[in-house]
């Protein structure tokens, strides 16, 4: 039967021993950092940081100022490298739990007008003027940083009308002006984007774009990630209590992950699975992914691991895109329960088209769906997906700078390799649809709305799981986590970042 409800965490807790292999790391990826990270002691060190961090916070009322500001835009006027997945700018703050936005007029900072000139495709000229309160200094947020963000903001502009050689000059100021290694978030910030801009700008001038992506770089990046942040343990764990509890007795199983990488989620389930009272399932994992050489690699690690755990594992790797595969590549077996899952991100498109996708998972018809959603607008125009994205990531680095020191080689790997990569794919190559393919604006509302699924409400093993790990940071570090229509919200004071889910097909148990 079953374990208790701390079954994943608490056991390999108790069987973490040193391992050191190329681009795995087991102790990181079963349970939280290591020895040779302290959370408790840094974080108790370092929490004086969050004194310097309200950048998300400022962020949220001036890009709603903006976007209130400006003129609706034509809509016969398209963006040619957008995503095709609307922008929902309420997806930025999540339920009520986590505290509604406060307005223009509840956020006090010295008054600063900016009004600055531009013409759109028309001529005509198009004025942004925005006014912020006036009573205190500034504290947190320092003048300088106020300053290089409002260039930000009226680059954004200028892009989003066209006018390429304004936002070209502005560009070229805030490159020299602002630094990825800076103390400040808010300096750091506006480089990546800057950065991305600019790609943008290239783009729309010479109408090429070619993203290359380093896998073994944003690998060894995620797993960084992992060991200093909760975020990904979050996804993992209250995942792999979803699948544990669908394969409750069942001795042949099937898993199926649409993104695999690294393959850290694995060896806690795995764990657990191979000390069932009822005994070891048979298990059999597909792993999708871009580079077959990765894919083989992770798969030796997860059979080795398997191996020594005694337990009877079926590695598959797929170097292809999931909705752009037949079923027949699945090779589904009689007898298996199967379960997918989906840890989504913004670094590239790692499924291809969504409605190809959607009708796999209707014709696999899987015991369960478990699906991890970045609470980020990343559709629509160019402003909508710049206003989504520098919320979402503002409050990403506001709370990587609570914890890491500005000159911590981790901290500068993940935002340079992991979160600017993200926005530039965002901003610069348009998103995960650059393809001309439709994507869905959420995807727990796509699984909702189709007739062959019924969402599995995140059980109380969940909650505890996810809650566990939010001990391991102090409540001062600022997480948040949220329970409520049946999934488990994670964020960073009053913004959602990471939705877990998970869904089962109405045939599963037919």
Request: glycine share 6%; aromatic share 10%; net charge negative.
């Amino acid at each position: 039967m079953m374990k208790g409800g701390f079954e994943v965490v608490h056991a390999t807790l108790d069987m973490i021993q040193p391992h050191h292999e190329p681009l795995w790391d087991f102790a990181s990826s079963v349970a939280f950092p290591t020895s040779s990270i302290p959370i408790r002691q840094t974080v108790e060190n370092r929490c004086v940081n969050l004194e310097r961090n309200e950048l998300s916070e400022w962020v949220e009322q001036v890009t709603k100022q903006l976007i209130d500001d400006l003129p609706p835009e034509p809509e016969t006027r398209p963006d040619h490298s957008s995503s095709l997945q609307d922008a929902d700018t309420s997806t930025m703050i999540c339920d009520d739990s986590f505290g509604a936005p406060l307005l223009p007029g509840d956020f006090s900072r010295p008054r600063k007008t900016i009004r600055r000139s531009f013409l759109d495709g028309n001529g005509e000229e198009l004025q942004w003027s925005n006014e912020l309160g006036t009573e205190n200094k500034l504290t947190r947020v320092d003048e300088q940083g106020l300053s290089l963000i409002t260039l930000l903001l009226e680059c954004a502009v200028a892009i989003s009308v066209d006018n390429l050689g304004e936002a070209h000059r502005m560009l070229l100021e805030l490159t020299q002006m602002a630094s990825p290694y800076a103390a400040s978030c808010a300096e750091r910030v506006v480089a990546y984007f800057a950065k991305a801009m600019s790609s943008r700008v290239i783009n729309s001038w010479l109408g090429i774009c070619s993203p290359l992506i380093n896998y073994k770089t944003v690998h060894c990046s995620f797993q960084a990630f992992n060991n200093v942040s909760p975020f990904i343990k979050f996804a993992h764990f209250t995942s792999n209590q979803a699948i544990l509890e669908a394969f409750h007795r069942r001795d042949r199983v099937h898993i199926i992950d649409l993104d695999i990488m690294q393959g850290l989620q694995w060896p806690a389930l795995f764990h657990i699975l191979a000390t069932r009272i009822e005994g070891a399932p048979h298990v059999r994992m597909t792993g999708m992914g871009s580079s077959m050489e990765l894919l083989v690699e992770t798969g030796k690690q997860l059979s080795n691991f398997a191996k020594r755990l005694g337990m009877s594992f079926e590695f598959h790797p797929i170097a292809k895109k999931f909705g752009e595969i037949d079923i027949s590549m699945i090779q589904l077996r009689r007898g298996e329960t199967l379960a997918v899952h989906w840890l989504q991100h913004s670094l590239y498109d790692a499924t291809g088209p969504d409605w190809k996708t959607l009708r796999l998972f209707e014709q696999l018809a899987p015991r369960v769906i478990t699906l991890v959603e970045q609470d980020l607008s990343h559709g629509g125009v160019f402003l909508d997906r710049f206003v989504g994205s520098l919320h979402y990531y503002s409050t990403m680095f506001d709370s990587l700078g609570a914890y890491l020191l500005a000159d911590d080689p981790n901290r500068h790997r993940i935002e340079h390799c992991l979160l600017y990569r993200e926005i530039n794919n965002i901003l610069a190559i348009g998103g995960p649809a650059r393809s001309g393919e439709d994507k869905f604006k959420h995807w727990r509302s796509e699984l909702a709305r189709s007739n062959c699924f019924v969402q599995l409400p995140m059980s109380s093993n969940s909650m505890a799981q996810a809650q566990l790990i939010l001990n391991m940071f102090p409540p001062a570090h600022g997480y948040s986590l949220v329970q409520g229509d049946g999934t488990l919200k994670l964020g960073w004071k009053d913004t959602s970042l990471f939705t877990a889910s998970a869904w089962t097909s109405s045939h599963a148990f037919r």
